[in-house]
């Protein structure tokens, strides 16, 4: 079984919308009071779960079509694994704990036959580290809107100019051992790939999405810290200003520091990191790879 650990990922997005919010005209999600921009966890799965489907994983939530038209929905899902493994209702919850990718990391709700399964991997709601501006933008279209008119469809969208965001995730092994999910060290390595790789390989005109740095603390026992907020991240510039990755300077010290007042509890520390990050005070007892 995997040990439990916590993630931060940082992560950046220039010229586009992160995470448009549906009930305020698909605006980027953001917290009035700050001024800072939010992602939710249901938009960084969704680049997991699409680069699972890309690596040849069994994925459970995803758009899946029916033999008609449109598209089915949980219960079609279900039934439709069922008689595509051959196996009874009662054995669906296993299946999925087994050898559905998305499920043993994330968990699941399923309607017929009804389980609830709780994810021992969870991921919190991101937001940016600083204030982000949004941009109205309006155009035109080269086809037409319609036949016999001049002029080209008119578009408009919101967009940020850039946004840096922070992500807090964990794995709880005692969430995966109460449940009987077999989570192993493979299932992370899946998971950390598909997020990085995820965000990477989803590009288009409202989504630019970058992972810049994501950190790994395993632990040795059942120990949380429930935030890992270690890192310090500075820029220079003040925060309507900001425009790269390379204005800001990510300082370890506190992670460090962090490290060594629970030497006890943790095992082994991983830094996935952009070359375009600059990092100071890192550790040498620090793992560190490249994006």
Known sequence: MAKTREY????????????????NDNRPRQDERTGRLEISDVRIKRYIRDEMVNKGHQVFVMPTKSEKKGFLDCKGI???IIKEEGIKEEELEVVLKKDFADVKLFGAVVTKPKFNITGPLQIIWSQSIHEAEVKFAQGTSVMASSEGKDQGTIWSK??????????????????????????EE??????????????????????????????????????????????????????????????FTFDLAPLVNYVER????????????????????ASERFEQYTI
């Open 262 to 281: 629970k030497k006890e509890a943790i095992e082994k520390v991983n830094i996935y990191c952009h070359p375009k990050v600059q990092l100071i005070n």
């Open 8 to 23: 931060v990922l940082y992560s950046d997005t220039k010229m586009a919308n992160p995470n448009g919010d549906l009930i």
């Open 186 to 247: 493979e299932d992370l390595e899946i998971f950390k790939s598909s997020l990085m790789d995820g965000m990477k390989n989803y590009k288009s005109t409202s989504k630019n999405h970058m992972p810049r740095m994501l950190v790994e603390v395993i632990y040795k026992d059942q120990y949380i810290d429930g935030e890992l907020d270690f890192i310090d991240a500075k820029a220079e510039k003040e925060d309507l200003e900001i425009r790269d990755i390379s204005d």
């Open 158 to 183: 919101y967009l940020t100019p850039y946004s840096l965001f922070r992500t807090y995730m964990v794995y709880n092994d005692q969430v995966a051992k109460r449940q009987a999910i077999p989570v």
């Open 78 to 80: 279900a039934s439709k």
